[in-house]
């Protein structure tokens, strides 16, 4: 089984581990670098451009699962077609851990995010 991997983010090795672990992925299925740079700086319009998430749609089919997270319209668009599919589609969920020091007249605050699990988009 693959997992499409549709994040701003490369898959750490913890997550690649959760997901071999707990779904039995084989492999991971990352987007071209050209394919990213479109998903970290979509459109700002009002319209989706359906032609973006198109690849993903056609290519996605089970048993293969995957990860989306991004512009939450899109993500949308991408994850209410691939669950019609039949294809399981997780969200990648973070420990949030946030330190502030002082430095003088500056206040350096640092924010590191931790994969914490994989949580499944469902149908309410």
Known sequence: ???YWLLNHDCTDEQELELKERFGVE??????????????SLPCGCEI????????????????????????????????????????VFASTTERIAS?????????????FRHASFREYIRY
Do not use: H
């Open 27 to 40: 492999s991971t299925i990352s987007p071209s670098l050209d394919f990213k740079s479109v998903w970290c």
């Open 100 to 112: 502030e020091r002082r430095d003088g007249k500056e206040t350096i605050i640092t924010r590191l």
């Open 49 to 88: 451009d359906r032609e973006i998430i198109r690849p993903w749609i056609e290519a996605i089919n089970p048993p293969d699962i995957a990860v989306v997270q991004g512009d939450s319209t899109y993500a949308f668009c991408l994850v209410d077609v691939l669950l019609a599919k039949g294809v399981r």
């Open 1 to 3: 089984m693959n997992c």
